[in-house]
Structures are given as C-alpha cells and as structure tokens.
C-alpha cells in the first residue's frame, strides 16, 4: 500500500455535475430498461486485508494475549509485569535458556521470593483485555517450574488495579517438565463490559516457574479453534463481500526477504508459528495464518484471492528471473496446492493435518504487490516465470498482474490487472468516469486498493462522499472493473496502534464500528442488479470548473460546483431497479426520472438515504452509529416522477417495474 501518482486531467469530462437554482431548467435522468450496457460483475464487491494498524493481532484475530512467545522486544517482557500482593516479592524476566522447540525459544522466568498473598504475571492484552458478562474464555500456556511445592497456580482475568476478579480458575500438576496446560474462564453474568482488565497467573506457593505460548481466547466466529472476534466477522458479513485478497500489500512482501509472508511459517500448530516483523512497526504472530484466511473466506462465503510472494521485497531488494528466483515460484505452487489440493497431494494432505480436509477453490492469484515501484525493471521476468509455471499447473487459474501491460514488456497478457488509487475527495469525483475511457478488449480491472484520503481513523462523510461517487463509476464499468477492495480494511483506534489512515471499520478491544464510507460500501453492494442501465441525462453541465494558469501555477485545488453522480441495475430475474444517486453539494437537488422500457412501474418504492449536516461529520467509537443508512417506503412513483436528494447525500432509490 502506496500512495499512486495521480494518472488524472483537470480537463477531464465528469460523469454528471450540475448547479441548483434558477440558472437550468429542470435537471433529469432517463432510463432506457429495454436496454443494458454491461453485466454487473458478481464479484465486484469485497474486501483486502493486511496487518497493519493492528488489524488481525489486536483486531480480528480473537487473542486477548500480547507478546504471548515473548518475542516482541528481545531486551524486555513488554505487556507483561510482575504481580506482589500482600507482602509477596518476585521478580519477571525473560529467559532463552529453556527452549521448547525451535520456535518457542524465549520464555518468561518468574522467580517468587517471598510468597505473600500471592505472586505472578500480568498480561494488557491489545489495549486491555475484553470482559463481556456471561463469557467463556479458553486459556492455555506452557509451563515448567522448580523449587515449587506443589501449589497449583491460578488464572484470572482481573481488574488493572486487582482489586475486581471478572473469571478464574485453577491449573494443578506444575512439575519440571515442560507441559501444556489448559484452564477454561467464565463470567457471572452481572458482569460489566470493560476493556479496563488484565489477564493474569499467580500462585501463593514459591519456586521458580517459567511460561511460554500464553493464550487466552473468547468466544469465536462459528466457534473456530484460534478463530475471529464476532463482532468484527458479523459487521464483515453484513457488506456481504464477495472475496478477499490476502495476504495483503506490502505485508506480503515485507521490508526484507526474511521478513515477506513465508506462508509455510503461518501453518500448523500455534506452538510451530515463529511469528515475523511486519513492515508496519510491529511483530505479527502469524495466528492468523494461510489457513485462518481460507476458513475467514469460508465462513463469509467469500472467494478466496491469494497473492503470491515474488520476489521484491520494500526495501527495494528483488531476485532477477532465473534459476535464483524458482525456489520462490515452486513455493508458490505449493501454496496453491496447499489450498487446492486434495488429500494425496503432499501439500493437500498438510492441509488436511491441519483438519481441513476438503480442498478449497481457488480462481484468482496475484503475483506480488505494486511492483511498479521495482525500479529496476525486473517485474516483466519475474511475472513471466511465475505467470508460466502456474498456468502449465493450473490453466484455468486466473492469473493478476499488480502493473499494467505497457511496463509487461514481452510478458504474457495478464487475465486482470491490479489497479491502486489514493486521492482526495475532490480527485475521486474529479475522475469518476475514469473506466468509461478503457478498453473492452484488454485484461479486466482489480480495483485492489483504493480509498479517498479523509478522515481519521476512520473516514468522514466527505470520504465516503468521493468513495460513493468513485464507485458509481466503477460499477458503470463492471464489464471492465470485475473486482474492487478499499484498504485499509481496519484499524484499532487507541492511540500507538494506527499506522495508516482513514480506514474503513473501527475498533477497540470491546466495540466495533463502521465508518460512513463503511455504509456506502454496505448499500452499493446491498442494492444493486445483474445488469447496468444506460441513463441519458439531460440539463446537467459535464465540465468541472478549470482554473487559470496563475492559480493552477499556484497550486490551488479546481473549485468544487455541486455535482451529482449515479448508477443504474436491475435485477433481471425480479425486475427491480437500483438507482444509486451521489449528492456532494452542500444544496439539496431535485432530479426528475424517467423510465421507459418497462411495461409497468410500481408507485410504491423505497429510499435508502445516508447523509450528513456537512463533509466532516463522521462515526467513531463513541458515536458508532451518528451516520447510518435510513431506509423509507414512497408513493406516487410511475415511470416519470420527480425525488429530491438531500444535501451531502447519498441515495439509492429501489424502483419495482415489470
């Protein structure tokens, strides 16, 4: 994820733009029904993801434990502090001379001087530790220990200061031998919903105890095993996504090739993850690893679109095409058969001791991320070798390729290509009409990253403003654009865990929430048919104001006239029609609709309004809901009927026709 060099003209024409007032005679917008210009892409609509702004560990991902392997700072235990109560002296540090395996390495030494009342470990957790009434959580974590006597340990999810226990249990049979143990949590359901809580383990005894692999799991989507928050999967299921791109951006690649998404480092058991840096500032678990994506896809019933490591990495390091860069192709294969094969294929049957049997289906890979920015031109090689290998293994496998074909010099034709925009609010309405001007008979479009820059940490309802009006164009187009996915997806918003803004959802260890751009993307994909109506319009301007030489030579922004932008569907099977209308002026705009084509036009509707007072207003954690869709039932509509949209508005009239 990069910001893209504007490929825009001031001079450009917009899709609709018009002044209120007196100055025009009536602005209108007819549809011809007997017509379609395109079939709308079935998979137009979904979702990117990377890790980044903490949006798996802290985010998604279920773990309530920070630094649970005790890898995070290789100097200090960060997140975890000693617990003395009642005269009880110890002290933490941490410890590689007692490793369990090759990846649990490090762990965490504690040392009980004087028992007291009790002495242990601290966890924060992600900005705390989530406790919900009437909540049962599964802890489990390594553990060895000496000099002790036998006295079992406690676990507890507990107030910050102590002095509240929200859940506990107890864990018997510590001995010198290291050994899993498992505890499960549950609260009372008087309970309050805090974040303001710390996951702890003591013991009155004495002795030294070491730990490691610390996990501590609330209730999961669909119950899965080292599964996602609900929350946030339910407010992800509502946009009914139809796929994800993952591993991500740059987090595919990573700032170095020991740090790129090696994905047979995310498979397996937890105690078999190493975990790795991201490129955003933080140590990522891995727990959500190759396979969580893949059940995350099943669970939403999302197609999966897998991008593949190739060989550049961010700090500019890459691998020429050649015999160096096969180990990473041949990887790439086994991951595809990781996901596709069946269970006598080596990677299949992995798959399947990793308890998904069944293969899963694969249409689309990706090879790489944003390699335009390989300045040393390598990109054309590179896809070529991996383009080849994968299409002679599996030909009916879409293949993606992150630069446009005049920089593929003498490469295959990619099937689609990965486009990027991160603008203004002013440029996504500037080019709206951007794909109206691309060729039907090349590659198709991947919208794989794009967002309009406003808004923090989510994006405001100028934001979602230009989002809305860039999409009317890509849905326009979705002969051309067959995909499209916003990033960032997510961002916890305390402070010290955002790296990028605006994001599209919220979150905090307790709440979720979307932002207005958030719900534009809900109604798109909500309301929309199998095929696009051409709409002609009629006394509605189609030239964005120009500046003069000296203010341009200034670096003033084109000023903005109140525009309009809009999109038809129908939906062929049932005959209803979905008018999206975009109203980014500060003036409400009355619009008269023609329908012609139609043998008969029902006079009930409905309206489906999200609006704001002005541009800035927005959701946040406090206010999750300030801005929402309202939908209403009307009257009186026929196949020519006039409708006012709201000032700063976003509109999708539901028309029936037969």
Same mark, same amino acid.
């Given at each position: 994820?990069?910001?893209?060099?504007?490929?825009?003209?001031?001079?450009?024409?917009?899709?609709?733009?018009?002044?209120?007032?007196?100055?025009?005679?009536?602005?209108?917008?007819?549809?011809?029904?007997?017509?379609?210009?395109?079939?709308?892409?079935p998979?137009?609509?979904?979702?990117?993801?990377?890790?980044?702004?903490?949006?798996?560990?802290?985010?998604?991902?279920?773990?309530?434990?920070?630094?649970?392997?005790?890898?995070?700072?290789?100097?200090?235990?960060?997140?975890?502090?000693?617990?003395?109560?009642g =005269?009880?002296k110890?002290?933490?540090?941490?410890?590689?001379?007692?490793?369990i395996?090759?990846?649990?390495?490090?762990?965490?030494?504690?040392?009980?001087?004087?028992?007291?009342?009790r002495?242990?470990?601290?966890?924060?957790?992600?900005?705390?530790?989530?406790?919900?009434p009437?909540?049962?959580?599964?802890?489990?974590?390594?553990? %060895?220990?000496?000099?002790?006597?036998?006295?079992?340990?406690?676990?507890?999810?507990?107030?910050?200061?102590?002095?509240?226990?929200?859940?506990?249990?107890?864990?018997?049979?510590? =001995?010198?031998?290291?050994?899993?143990?498992?505890a499960?949590?549950?609260?009372s359901?008087?309970?309050?919903?805090?974040?303001?809580?710390?996951?702890?383990?003591?013991?009155?005894?004495?002795?030294?105890?070491l730990? =490691?692999?610390?996990?501590?799991?609330?209730?999961t989507?669909?119950?899965?095993?080292?599964?996602?928050?609900?929350?946030?999967?339910?407010?992800?299921?509502?946009?009914?996504?139809?796929?994800?791109?993952?591993?991500?951006?740059?987090?595919?690649?990573?700032?170095?090739?020991?740090?790129?998404?090696?994905?047979?480092?995310?498979?397996? $058991?937890?105690?078999?993850?190493p975990?790795?840096e991201?490129?955003?500032?933080?140590?990522?678990?891995?727990?959500?690893?190759?396979?969580?994506?893949?059940?995350?896809?099943?669970?939403?019933?999302?197609?999966?679109?897998?991008?593949?490591?190739?060989?550049?990495?961010?700090?500019?390091?890459?691998?020429?095409?050649?015999?160096?860069?096969?180990?990473?192709?041949?990887?790439?294969?086994?991951?595809?058969?990781?996901?596709?094969?069946?269970?006598?294929?080596?990677?299949?049957?992995?798959?399947?001791?990793?308890?998904?049997?069944? $293969?899963?289906?694969?249409?689309?890979?990706?090879?790489?991320?944003?390699?335009?920015?390989?300045?040393?031109?390598?990109?054309?090689?590179?896809?070529?070798?991996?383009?080849?290998?994968i299409?002679?293994?599996?030909?009916?496998?879409?293949?993606?390729?992150?630069?446009?074909?005049?920089?593929l010099?003498?490469?295959?034709?990619?099937?689609?290509?990965?486009?990027?925009?991160?603008r203004?609010?002013?440029?996504?309405?500037?080019?709206?009409?951007?794909?109206?001007?691309?060729?039907?008979?090349?590659? %198709?479009?991947?919208?794989?990253?794009?967002?309009?820059?406003?808004?923090?940490?989510?994006?405001?309802?100028?934001?979602?403003?230009?989002?809305?009006?860039?999409?009317t164009?890509?849905?326009?187009?979705?002969?051309?654009?067959?995909?499209?996915?916003?990033?960032?997806?997510?961002?916890?918003?305390?402070?010290?865990?955002?790296?990028?803004?605006?994001?599209?959802?919220?979150?905090?260890?307790?709440?979720?929430?979307?932002?207005?751009?958030y719900?534009?993307?809900?109604?798109?994909?909500?309301?929309?048919?199998n095929?696009?109506?051409?709409?002609?319009?009629?006394?509605? $301007?189609?030239?964005?104001?120009?500046? =003069?030489k000296?203010?341009?030579?200034?670096?003033?922004?084109?000023k903005?006239?109140?525009?309009?932008?809009?999109?038809?569907?129908?939906?062929?099977?049932?005959?209803?029609?979905?008018?999206?209308?975009?109203?980014?002026?500060?003036?409400?705009?009355?619009?008269?609709?023609?329908?012609?084509?139609?043998?008969?036009?029902?006079?009930?509707g409905?309206?489906?309004t999200? %609006?704001?007072?002005?541009?800035?207003?927005?959701?946040?954690?406090?206010?999750?809901?300030?801005?929402?869709?309202?939908?209403?039932?009307?009257?009186g509509?026929g196949?020519?009927?006039?409708?006012?949209?709201?000032?700063?508005?976003?509109?999708?009239?539901?028309?029936?026709?037969?």
């Amino acid at each position: 994820m990069r910001i893209s060099k504007s490929i825009y003209s001031i001079s450009f024409l917009l899709l609709s733009v018009f002044f209120s007032g007196d100055l025009f005679a009536q602005a209108s917008l007819s549809l011809d029904l007997s017509k379609s210009t395109a079939s709308v892409s079935p998979e137009l609509y979904g979702l990117m993801t990377e890790e980044i702004n903490h949006a798996f560990d802290g985010g998604l991902y279920a773990e309530q434990i920070q630094n649970r392997i005790f890898k995070d700072n290789s100097k200090s235990s960060d997140h975890w502090s000693v617990v003395q109560d009642g =005269n009880g002296k110890g002290a933490i540090a941490l410890d590689d001379d007692n490793p369990i395996n090759k990846v649990l390495t490090v762990c965490l030494r504690l040392n009980i001087e004087t028992p007291g009342k009790r002495v242990g470990v601290a966890n924060d957790g992600y900005w705390g530790i989530a406790v919900k009434p009437q909540t049962t959580y599964h802890c489990s974590f390594y553990a %060895k220990a000496s000099g002790n006597d036998d006295t079992p340990l406690s676990v507890s999810i507990e107030s910050n200061d102590g002095q509240t226990t929200y859940a506990t249990a107890q864990v018997r049979g510590i =001995n010198g031998q290291w050994k899993n143990y498992t505890a499960t949590l549950t609260t009372s359901k008087d309970v309050k919903t805090t974040s303001e809580a710390r996951f702890v383990i003591s013991t009155t005894g004495k002795g030294t105890y070491l730990f =490691n692999l610390v996990s501590l799991f609330p209730p999961t989507y669909n119950n899965r095993p080292n599964g996602n928050r609900t929350d946030i999967m339910q407010i992800l299921a509502d946009m009914k996504p139809s796929f994800l791109r993952f591993p991500g951006g740059n987090y595919l690649e990573g700032d170095k090739f020991s740090t790129r998404f090696d994905w047979k480092k995310t498979i397996g $058991p937890l105690d078999q993850r190493p975990g790795h840096e991201s490129p955003w500032g933080y140590r990522s678990t891995d727990g959500t690893g190759l396979l969580e994506y893949l059940e995350w896809c099943e669970d939403l019933k999302m197609q999966p679109l897998l991008a593949v490591f190739a060989g550049y990495v961010l700090k500019e390091d890459y691998i020429e095409a050649g015999p160096f860069l096969q180990p990473f192709v041949n990887d790439a294969l086994d991951e595809i058969e990781y996901v596709t094969g069946d269970v006598n294929t080596k990677w299949g049957a992995e798959r399947a001791r990793d308890g998904h049997p069944k $293969p899963f289906k694969l249409n689309y890979v990706e090879i790489g991320n944003e390699d335009e920015y390989d300045g040393s031109g390598s990109y054309s090689g590179r896809f070529t070798q991996f383009y080849n290998a994968i299409k002679a293994k599996y030909p009916d496998i879409k293949i993606i390729s992150t630069v446009g074909e005049d920089d593929l010099h003498e490469a295959p034709t990619p099937d689609i290509i990965d486009e990027h925009y991160y603008r203004s609010a002013f440029e996504m309405e500037e080019d709206a009409a951007h794909y109206d001007r691309y060729s039907r008979t090349g590659p %198709k479009i991947f919208v794989g990253e794009w967002a309009t820059m406003r808004g923090r940490p989510t994006n405001d309802f100028g934001a979602a403003l230009g989002d809305a009006a860039w999409m009317t164009g890509m849905e326009r187009n979705s002969d051309v654009v067959i995909m499209a996915s916003y990033a960032p997806l997510f961002v916890n918003v305390n402070p010290g865990a955002m790296q990028w803004t605006p994001d599209l959802i919220g979150y905090n260890a307790i709440s979720v929430y979307g932002s207005p751009s958030y719900y534009a993307q809900k109604m798109f994909n909500t309301y929309i048919g199998n095929e696009v109506i051409p709409i002609a319009a009629k006394n509605i $301007p189609t030239q964005i104001q120009k500046l =003069n030489k000296k203010d341009s030579a200034a670096g003033a922004q084109p000023k903005t006239i109140p525009a309009m932008f809009y999109v038809a569907t129908r939906n062929t099977q049932t005959g209803t029609v979905f008018l999206n209308m975009v109203n980014t002026s500060g003036e409400a705009q009355k619009v008269k609709i023609n329908l012609t084509g139609a043998r008969k036009v029902s006079s009930k509707g409905m309206v489906v309004t999200l %609006k704001a007072d002005k541009p800035e207003d927005t959701n946040s954690i406090t206010d999750p809901e300030n801005i929402i869709p309202v939908s209403s039932e009307t009257k009186g509509w026929g196949k020519s009927f006039s409708e006012s949209f709201p000032a700063y508005s976003i509109t999708v009239l539901q028309i029936e026709t037969k």
